[in-house]
């Protein structure tokens, strides 16, 4: 069954409605190095700059707020590669919702510290997000949880898609769409508001070379299970589910292409983000950049809005690509 069409844009309005008292609109900054690279207008949609350091907060909180008050007693529980994590719980306290969160091992214990200080049960279970996953699974039936899944659920997509309107609004002559891609969530959200303003605007989904789960799903047309492997990329880590219902089918049909980066590039596109416009962006924040920048972006308009999706990346790691990258952008 196709799913795609039960999401309109005014779920997405309805979503910015319920969402701005927990949610910031983040700014749209110039990003003239890339404008003067590519000869076209590019900007950057700052979501690294929301309170919990990425765009989930969006989703979260449009999620949670539609939560019934028998399941907001009961409580939720969500698994993460770390920032819905920490967005699920920075909304579930706000609201009294008791919350846990299933991690693997692999998530960086910043992610993981950020979660515990939020009040959340934090549960390490499994070395993948995939195992992780199924952790979650067990407990949410064990316990009678609410699952609030990190990417394929019509209110987390419309949550993500406020991000198109924001993007509509302070950017209207937009054209080209360049955002992170991993479970989708961002991307349906985002791509279902711009295409129905204007089904010209290109949209290019950007994902690791390291077991990018949506685009091997794609490339064979049905889903497929990805070898996870450690990538700087941590936030796109993880397969989109064998039950998929939502997000493979519209980004199926509304991405119009999708570009692989190396982990070198992600780290020249982290350097450059942080000597160029000082801004802290994390390896999956940092891969829209890195497919302009490294000119892995063959078609694209004049008026161009990469989104840079999250800034928690640890800062031993950031201080280390800094002094190894200082010119490997150029
Ligand atoms: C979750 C996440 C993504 C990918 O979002 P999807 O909805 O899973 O495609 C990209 N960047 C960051 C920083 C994230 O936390």
Redesign the pocket.
Known sequence: MNHDSLITLSDIYKARKGITSIVGRTPLVEAPWLSQLTGAQVFFKL??LQVT????IR?AANRLLNLPQAARERGVITV?????GRAVSHVAGKLGIPVVVCLSDAVPANKREAIGELGAEVVVVGITYDEAAEGAARLQEERGLTMIH??DDPL??AG?GTIGLELLEDFPEIDTLI???????????IALALKSADPAIHVI?VSMERGPA?VESLRAAKVVDIVEEPTL?D??A?G?GLENLY?FDIIQKYMDDAILVSEEEIAGAMAFALHKHHLVV????A?GIAALLYEKVEKFGQNIAI?I????VELPVLVNIARDYQTAWK
């Open positions: 979501e690294n350091g990425s765009f989930k989703g993460s590669s770390g920032n819905h990190p990417f987390v997509i993500q955002a992170p891609l991993s479970g989708g969530g961002l991307l349906s959200g989904g949506m990329a936030a796109l993880g989109i997000t994390e390896g999956g924040g891969v989104v999706s999250g800034g928690n």
